[in-house]
């Protein structure tokens, strides 16, 4: 039977974080549907995309959780960054203030997730070029001296959302190659598919408390 | 020529016929030896043995030729004798070769005659082979169609370990098809064909289901993992099952429980484990923090659940199943947490007092209850498991409420001696406005909310109007008065900054409008006695004509309303000198005024009565004039300053 689209090895879990209307939704609407929504209402709560997408040869699921960015989510959002193998933090590069919370969110991203989860910080809005609040340089700095990833990104033309995403991924794939992320570990964030063909009864393992023998 | 030749000759003949020599003669003579050949041939040849012309060979010319002739006639007799007896010879061949075709063409004609049936039973045999290797092909076809291959057979046995292959899906398949397919024969009159292929396909399809369903259940109950893998053959033999409901349901029913199993281990696992090296924090590590460890409990319950759905998805892809199959699986999956996810919350529930994180949680489970609600649909167990533990919640915030009111009228406090509100209306005010505050962190739809808040302010409000009602029982009637238009003053002001609080407002300043009626006619009365002119009020009131003129009424003589309306004089060059003290103690200014405005208002209704009546000649005063100088209406501006 063809590979079909379920056939994928790894399941990473995300989480997309940042003040409301940076464009959180969007990123996540445009990477997992190409396209650009340009009226997004503001996310109830949490939502949540996934998408298959392919490192080194490996097919890899992405269940990606959008939150709120509205502060009275704020209680609500926390409970979903344990868990996470991957972190998106947005800022708009058109609204300083967005950046200045950057490091709050930052704060809640390493308390809340685990050692091993990959922050990835994202200036988004590029496209607004002459609205530009804040520069890449510093951004860029700031993110060099928290050991985050960067890429300054648009959710509408799509330019360099894909990579964002795809970046992230490749590094958690990484970590779990050198070992340093323990895959059997709850809550890592990443759930393991072997791909190999299983034995049809598989002895070693107990029955499960059913015993309907029908 | 020659026909004038002749008719030369006849001519001369006509006249020398009597002569022959001459006839002779010419006849020589006309003869052209030049142009004759045969004597010129006869010449030559005779020129070849008549040498030497003497007599005697003169004389024996004749027989010398004869002779010559006759031996030549018998060379050539000779020679044809040879030839006669070869043509002889050839004839004796040929006819030979006759009688022998004749013989054979007989015989060839009886052959034929005898083979003539041969042929055509040998015609009959071929088209009759023609015929049977056709239906050999039919018949081919048809077990091809018809019947399964043995290798197709052994497939469908599957291995000794009880593995499937592809093959066996093939096989089961063509089967399958083989099975419908008789349903065409039976139409035809291939009948009893049909119905003991249907009947051998029918055993066939039995023992490969129950080998099937033996496969899919023991695979299914493997998927205990964190996240199950879903192989493509299993998503196969969900496919297959379809066509047996009951197994396709058995097979589920198994990946429920496995699935079931494996989110409650996931669920304890969060609670007592937490991450790798314990980051993130299990989630019970923070059970002192209601707030949060519910909400994680229910963030992991939501994704969960979202996960899980998509794995029966994945399972069911190739499957034509209804949302509501789906909505049954998912039901049975989510509801091994139930238990376990209840038992903490209630626990949490039943030990909390505080109003306001009760409220809360309340607030968190109506939020989940929608988010979770996208996921499962309102009848699993999961979703009502959630209701339940928010209707816990709920009562126990009314709880806590009802509570705090009875604290409130259990130890009811004297009011201060500045009439202004007591602690205990401040706190609960804080209270309030704590509790009301939570809705807007809160996501909840504005219905519940407008139905919430009627019930928290009926909880709070009622009882703090008591409380106040019953502690200045104690006190007289101004003194009430300004102390509970002083409490519901400080009611109104924090209800007016919500939501859904204007019939409560209205129903309190109803309360502030009595007690402010207290007010104005007590002030109203304070000013008349002072300035002596209540008696005569009261006795205007009160009058009928039958008693006769009104100034001769006793106390309402000229004197005495002169001297009483010089104080009321007096009184209009100040008017603020003469109010109740404990209208100052009102906190709103607002009332303050309103008070003196409406208690001048009613004074100055009284003074214009007994003007009117005053100047009425038929009360026969001699000079009104000189009793009431002022007109009503200059008294009113009087007053308004
Ligand atoms: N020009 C431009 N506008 C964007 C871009 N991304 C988002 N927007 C706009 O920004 C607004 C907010 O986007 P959302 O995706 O809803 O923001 P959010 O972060 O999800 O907001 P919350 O859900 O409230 O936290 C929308 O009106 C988008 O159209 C972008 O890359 N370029
Ligand atoms: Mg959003």
Request: aromatic content about 6%; hydrophobic content about 35%; charged content about 25%.
């Amino acid at each position: 039977m063809a590979a079909g689209p379920y056939n994928y090895s790894y399941i990473f879990k995300y989480i997309i974080i940042g003040d409301m209307g940076v464009g959180k939704s969007c990123l996540l609407h445009q990477f997992t549907e190409k396209k650009f929504m340009a009226d997004c209402p503001h996310t109830i709560g949490v939502e949540f995309g996934t998408r298959i997408i392919e490192v080194s040869g490996q097919k890899i699921k992405l269940q990606i959780w959008d939150t709120a960015g509205q502060e009275r989510f704020r209680a609500v959002t926390r409970s979903y960054y344990r868990g996470a193998a991957g972190a998106l933090m947005v800022y708009d590069i058109t609204r300083r203030s967005t950046y200045n919370h950057l490091s709050s969110w930052l704060t809640d991203a390493r308390n809340l997730t685990n050692p091993n989860t990959v922050i990835f910080l994202i200036g988004n809005k590029s496209d607004l070029e002459a609205q530009r609040d804040v520069t890449y340089e510093e951004a860029k700095q700031f993110a060099d001296e928290n050991g985050l990833m960067f890429l300054e990104c648009s959710a509408k033309t799509g330019d360099n959302v894909e990579d964002a995403f795809l970046d992230t991924a490749k590094k958690i794939y990484q970590n779990i190659q050198d070992g340093s992320l323990d895959l059997n570990a709850a809550e890592s964030g990443v759930q393991h598919k072997p791909a190999t063909p299983r034995n049809p009864i598989n002895t070693d393992q107990a029955p499960i408390d059913k015993g309907c023998a029908c | 020529m020659t026909d004038r030749d002749g008719a030369t000759t006849t001519d001369s003949a006509s006249s020398s016929a009597a002569n022959p020599l001459s006839r002779k003669l010419n006849k020589i003579l006309e003869t052209r030896l030049d142009n004759d050949k045969e004597m010129l041939e006869s010449l030559k040849a005779l020129s070849t043995f008549f040498n030497e012309n003497s007599l005697r060979t003169r004389r024996n010319l004749r027989s010398d030729i004869e002779r010559r002739s006759l031996s030549i006639n018998e060379e050539f007799l000779q020679t044809f004798q040879g030839v006669k007896e070869q043509l002889d010879s050839v004839y004796a061949d040929v006819k030979a070769m006759n009688d022998c075709c004749q013989d054979m063409t007989s015989r060839l004609k009886a052959a034929k005659e005898q083979t003539h049936d041969l042929i055509s039973q040998t015609t009959k045999l071929h088209a009759e082979s023609q015929k049977v290797q056709m239906k050999l092909q039919v018949a081919d076809v048809f077990l091809d169609k018809f019947q399964l291959k043995p290798n197709e057979v052994k497939a469908l046995r599957g291995n000794r370990d009880g593995s499937l292959s592809q093959e066996f899906f093939n096989s089961l398949n063509k089967v399958k098809t083989i099975h419908n397919d008789c349903k065409i024969l039976l139409r035809t009159n291939q009948q009893t064909a049909g119905l003991e292929i249907m009947e051998a396909m029918a055993l066939h399809q039995e023992s490969a289901f129950e080998r099937l369903y033996r496969w899919t259940q023991n695979e299914c109950r493997t998927l205990t993992g964190d996240s199950p893998d879903i192989s493509p053959m299993l998503c196969q033999s969900m496919e297959a099952l379809q066509d047996r409901p009951v197994l396709f349901r058995y097979s589920l029913d198994e990946y429920g429980t496995a699935r079931r199993t494996a989110v409650v281990r996931g669920l304890i696992d969060a609670l007592t484990r937490g991450g790798p090296g314990g980051t993130p924090r299990p989630i019970e590590l923070h059970s002192h923090d209601p707030l949060r460890y519910v909400g994680d409990m229910l963030a992991w319950l939501h994704q969960a659940a979202a996960s899980e759905k998509e794995y029966v998805h994945s399972l069911l892809k190739k499957c034509a199943v209804t949302t509501e199959q789906v909505q049954d699986i998912l039901g049975h999956i989510t509801e091994g947490v139930c238990r376990p996810f209840k038992v903490r919350v209630e626990q949490v529930l039943v030990s909390e007092q505080d109003a306001v994180t009760l409220y809360k949680l309340n607030n968190l489970l109506k939020f989940y209850h929608n988010t979770i609600g996208q996921i499962v649909n309102k009848e699993a167990s999961l979703l009502t498991t959630i209701t339940e533990i928010q209707d816990l919640s709920h009562r126990m915030f009314f709880n806590s409420l009802n509570c705090h009111a009875n604290k409130l009228l259990d130890k009811v406090e004297l009011p201060p001696a500045d009439l202004s509100t007591p602690a205990a209306l401040s706190q609960t005010m804080q209270l309030l406005k704590d509790v009301l505050a939570c809705h807007d962190a809160s996501v909840v739809a504005i219905d519940d909310k407008k139905q919430d808040f009627k019930q928290i302010l009926s909880c709070i409000v009622d009882p703090l109007v008591q409380m106040c009602s019953v502690s200045a029982s104690r006190l007289n009637a101004i003194d009430m008065a300004c102390y509970m238009i002083n409490c519901i003053y400080i009611m109104q002001t924090t209800l007016s900054l919500y939501e859904f609080t204007d019939t409560r407002l209205e129903m309190l300043q109803a309360q502030v409008e009595a007690q402010l009626d207290t007010l104005v006619n007590e002030q109203a009365a304070m000013v008349l006695n002072r300035v002596g002119l209540a008696e005569a009020y009261k006795m205007v009131q009160a009058y009928q004509p039958k008693q006769g003129p009104l100034s001769s009424l006793q106390g309402m003589d000229a004197g005495t309303l002169k001297s009483a309306m010089m104080q009321f004089d007096s009184f209009l060059a100040n008017p603020d000198a003469l109010v109740l003290p404990q209208c100052s103690l009102i906190l709103s200014a607002r009332i303050r005024e309103s008070i003196k405005k409406r208690s001048m208002e009613l004074i100055n209704e009284s003074y214009r009565l007994l003007f009117d009546r005053i100047k009425n000649p038929a009360n026969e005063y001699k000079e009104p004039q000189g009793i009431v100088p002022r007109t009503p209406d200059q008294v009113m501006k009087l007053l308004q300053y």
